[in-house]
């Protein structure tokens, strides 16, 4: 049984073609078969059309015509399928910009270069009992836009009845992308007035042939596109002439084995996830500088916003300094304060969280000047080297010198844990010395409360903070994981204990 494999259509851009002198001075005619679903246009004396495109134009919202894609132009259609736009409201033209850029591109590739015009009469294909109001506007279009010299108008069907020499009676079954006509013929003459309409086409049957398989094959359901339903529909089915018959013979098993069409769809590989650990390292420094560089513009943007407020409160101060009341007042209300000690605990507080601003931004600029470059060792693989260099004799000695550096670390934190604890009882020394200075502070009465403004205040906020030394234990903590990680690295029996301690907690 063969396996058919999927064409890819990929259209291919169409040429400019020359302009002959022959055509242009004769003033060839030019037949344009405007279908729903193709265009073709070319010179009345030649066999064959010189352009055959989709009749349809691709458009972003918000660019320029010209930047407009059309017919052939569309390399793959289905990636800019929710962009396609076309002229057509079932078989009838509606939207005569879109059938204005279809214009433009068909004069344009055959070669016209006549300033202002298209010398050359037109033969036009339409619809069965096109609308005179549509016929209306597309002369307008044809005249007023391309000032062409005569527009004839036809059927595509009739024309193909009479090309094949059919000049007595038939029957026309005219199949489109979006009805299908059937028109009587009597006498080399139609019947329109017999003629019927059946609103069934191409699209529907390749819709319908699309919904078939996403339902049948849902795990394909993204591979089967509305352009491969398209291919399937025109050349892997056929019309039956007898259904019922046709049914029964696909019920048969052998029948349906034999004939049945198996189709592979394209192997698309997936992607490589498996990055090196390097690029995806440096893919994560990249995101962290990225994200601390917005950090910073926001908080210099905050810092200049919060000086230039306190600039303002500062020159209020001085309007209170002046004796000028009735100023003075105006400008809380500006600000929405409402007395002189609101306006000293605004400035108050903004000349704190300047200060803390400006110390954090400090801090950044002094760690992005010691931050390790790409090429730059491990910070474990350097603290390791720095403890190696210094003499202690064999290993045990050198891992007993780094056991006690991680003893005295544990300690130091142990330490601010306790005073911690300490702290939030009632009863304790470093609770009773605590309350000691905040009665301290609370007895020294001064004209206006500028605690926090002097760099020993901020020492005593830290004697009597509760969370005292919390923010300062990052440093130590990093250097307290350091130093295990060279444990277990070198210590079998530090990474034993570490192991039994984690079942444990398990």
Not at 39 to 58: H, M, Q, S, T
């Amino acid at each position: 049984m063969p396996i058919f494999n999927i064409k890819e259509v990929r259209c291919i851009a169409d040429v400019i073609h020359p302009y002959s002198e022959a055509v242009r001075l004769g003033r060839v005619p030019i037949v344009v078969d405007n279908g729903s679903s193709q265009c073709r246009v070319g010179w009345a004396i030649d066999d064959e059309p010189k352009l055959v495109f989709r009749n349809v134009v691709a458009k972003q919202r918000g660019k320029k015509e010209i930047e407009a894609q059309v017919g052939n132009d569309i390399g793959n259609i289905e990636v800019v399928r929710w962009l396609l736009k076309t002229q057509f409201d079932r078989d009838v033209v509606t939207q005569y910009d879109v059938q204005e850029q279809i214009f433009d591109y068909a004069f344009a590739h055959l070669g016209i270069d006549t300033h202002g015009c298209v010398d050359h009469p037109i033969v036009i294909t339409e619809t069965l009992c096109n609308p005179n109001y549509s016929r209306q506007l597309m002369s307008e279009l044809l005249f007023e836009g391309y000032h062409v010299p005569g527009i004839a108008y036809g059927i595509d069907s009739l024309f193909s009845f009479y090309r094949n020499s059919h000049k007595g009676d038939g029957i026309i079954v005219s199949c489109g992308n979006q009805v299908t006509h059937v028109i009587p013929v009597l006498e080399g003459l139609p019947r329109f007035e017999h003629g019927r309409r059946i609103n069934v086409g191409g699209s529907q049957l390749t819709s319908f042939m699309h919904r078939l398989l996403q339902l049948k094959y849902p795990g394909h359901f993204s591979a089967i596109t509305l352009s491969r339903a398209e291919n399937f529909v025109h050349e892997h089915t056929y019309v039956a002439t007898n259904y019922a018959e046709e049914l029964a013979r696909w019920a048969d098993v052998d029948y349906y084995e034999e004939n049945v069409h198996k189709i592979q769809l394209p192997f698309n590989p997936l992607p490589v996830v498996g990055a090196s650990s390097e690029a995806l390292k440096e893919r994560r420094q990249q995101q962290i500088k990225r994200l601390q560089e917005m950090n910073a513009k926001r908080r210099e943007e905050k810092l200049a916003a919060d000086e230039e407020k306190l600039r303002q409160l500062c020159s209020i101060r001085e309007i209170l300094e002046d004796d000028d009341e009735d100023a003075f007042n105006r400008a809380l209300q500006e600000f929405g304060l409402t007395s002189s000690n609101d306006l000293l605990e605004a400035i108050s507080k903004l000349k704190v969280i300047i200060g803390r601003t400006r110390k954090k931004m400090s801090n950044e600029s002094k760690e992005a000047e010691f931050q390790p470059s790409a090429n730059e060792e491990p910070k474990t693989k350097r603290l390791c080297d720095e403890l190696a260099s210094k003499s202690h004799g064999d290993l045990d000695s050198w891992l007993g010198f780094i056991r006690q550096k991680r003893q005295e670390l544990l300690d130091s934190k142990a330490q601010r844990r306790q005073r911690r604890s300490d702290m939030a009882k009632r009863r304790t020394l470093a609770a009773q010395e605590r309350m000691k200075i905040i009665s301290e502070l609370a007895a020294d009465r001064k004209k206006e409360d500028n605690f926090g403004q002097n760099e020993d205040d901020w020492q005593v906020y830290k004697t009597i903070n509760r969370e005292a030394g919390d923010s300062d234990s990052e440093e130590e903590q990093e250097k307290i994981h350091e130093l295990e990680q060279i444990l277990r690295e070198n210590d079998p029996a530090f990474a034993k204990e570490n192991a039994e301690i984690g079942r444990a907690h398990v």
